[in-house]
């Protein structure tokens, strides 16, 4: 069974950074595309980056200069690296083998939050 943990949420100052990772289980992780999605209270799920199995990349608008998703293949994790955090990128952070449309996800992890406040 393919399975995420995600971790290293918390809570951070506008301007501040945080290191977030996907954990993956069950499965080799190389082959696949990995997502990150976000859902802030009271809104829709949303794509917040994508990496491909090649290393390509790609970033929402909204985070694009801030963020960059990486992968350790051999440590079979996958990392967002948040930095100049706003208030609005407060919600749960979920990771899985899909890029941007959320509705192709079959089952999401834990999710681990991230909090952006004085």
């Known amino acids: 069974q393919l399975q995420f943990v995600e971790s290293g949420g918390g809570l951070v100052q506008p301007g501040g950074s945080l290191r977030l990772s996907c954990a993956a289980s069950?499965?080799?992780?190389?082959?696949?595309?990995v997502g990150w999605f976000r859902q802030a209270p009271g809104k829709k799920r949303e794509g917040v980056s994508c990496i491909r199995a090649s290393g390509n990349t790609n970033y929402a608008d909204s985070v694009k200069g801030r963020f960059t998703i990486s992968r350790d293949n051999a440590k079979n994790t996958v990392y967002l690296q948040m930095n100049s955090l706003k208030p609005e990128d407060t919600a749960v952070y979920y990771c899985?083998?899909?890029?941007?449309?959320?509705?192709?996800?079959?089952?999401w992890g834990q999710g681990t939050q991230v909090t952006v406040s004085s």
């Open positions: 899985a083998t899909v890029c941007w449309n959320q509705f192709d996800v079959g089952s």
């Open positions: 069950g499965f080799t992780l190389d082959r696949y595309a």
